[in-house]
């Protein structure tokens, strides 16, 4: 297994990054999460996936993200459209037929 090739943050900076992390919603923290794991380079993307407690692969897709944001079709938005919790009127409506 390959070792990392970056210095891990201090425990204060581990802490504040994972504070920063809890205040952003579900796209900013793929982004953020994707930026600082570019920036310790090798072994960053596992580093800040232990370190945040979210998926390799959210990391992934934000870096998909980063590279692809002038052609983002979803700007402004969380979730692309469709995507999330259905409204409670459109659950009722399912219900009722």
Known sequence: MATATF?????????????VFQTLNEKDR???AA???RQ??????????????????TISRGIDEL???PDDPAEGRVRRPGAGR???ACRRARRTK
């Open 7 to 19: 210095e891990p943050f201090d425990e204060v900076v581990e802490a504040q990054t994972r504070n």
């Open 40 to 57: 310790l380079g090798h072994g960053g993307i596992t580093y800040i996936s232990n370190l945040l407690e979210i998926s390799e692969s």
């Open 86 to 88: 259905k409204s409670r």
């Open 35 to 37: 930026i600082q794991a």
């Open 67 to 69: 590279d692809t944001r």
């Open 30 to 32: 793929r982004r953020f």
